[in-house]
């Protein structure tokens, strides 16, 4: 088992690039991608397409559920949804279709995984698993060892031991025998946690890391300025908030 896990790309071509880059450096041949290809970001037909290609798996997450109106738009603030309808001004009809086409969760049968945007509790509803009372709830609700979901935009991995405690890992975590996981694979094109690299997460047989990729952020903001995007949304790339 070898998988690198992707997450909220949000139409940022240059990150996901970078990923790919250094997915494609560790051989690893599994991508799995888990919500919101767009949205925030310049490039959201390049972004679709490259994941389309690239992906085993993809799912949506609440910005492609924006951008179709599956989601309604008054869920988001203004400046996502300044960015939601701009997407839907530029995606293609082909990308609107693919875009169509995912579904919320996904259970990896052979790696023992199960794949969601949100949380495996109510996928569709958007909720963010910020605490460890959050995860002790959810651990309750997929079966098998292994759920990796993002929509935070902060990484992290919870283990549950068989007795119930939880321990939480920044970095990386060996696998433990009959321990299960919680791995929140950060953002691939809009980093959260102070750290303004590109995050995904891989997981082989024996342990599970977050990885971090650096990226030309000022090609992406220069992008933003000539498509008019919200300078919130620009101003905070290279501060990773
Ligand atoms: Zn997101």
């Known amino acids: 088992m070898l998988y690198a896990v992707l997450s909220d790309v949000h139409s940022n071509l240059e990150a996901l ?16 991608f888990i919500g919101d290809s767009v949205g925030y970001g310049p490039d959201p037909n390049e972004c679709l397409e490259l994941l389309s290609g690239k992906c085993k798996t993809i799912l949506a997450g609440n910005h492609d559920w924006g951008v179709i109106g599956q989601t309604d738009i008054t869920y988001f603030n203004e400046y996502a949804r300044a960015v939601i309808e701009w997407t839907r001004g530029v995606l293609t009809e082909e990308n609107k279709e693919t875009l ?41 609700y997929f079966d098998g060892t292994f759920c990796f979901l993002g929509h935070t935009h902060q990484p992290f991995i919870i283990e549950r031991l068989p007795s119930g405690e939880l321990l939480t890992y920044k970095k990386s975590v060996r696998i433990g025998k009959s321990a299960r996981y919680i791995i929140n694979a950060g953002s691939v094109g809009q980093p959260r946690d102070g750290d303004p690299r590109a995050c995904y997460a891989i997981i082989d047989d024996d342990h599970i890391e977050i990885v971090r990729v650096p990226y030309d952020f000022e090609t992406v903001q220069n992008k933003m300025r000539t498509a008019n995007l919200p300078f919130p949304l620009i101003d905070r790339l290279p501060w990773g908030r």
């Open 17 to 32: 690039k970078a990923v790919l880059d250094d997915v494609g450096q560790r051989k690893i041949k599994n991508v799995l």
């Open 100 to 140: 169509q086409s995912f579904p919320v969760q996904k259970e990896i049968t052979k790696g023992n995984i199960f794949l969601v945007h949100s949380t495996p509790r109510e996928p569709e509803e958007w909720h963010y698993l910020l605490t460890l009372w959050d995860a002790e709830i959810n651990f309750h």
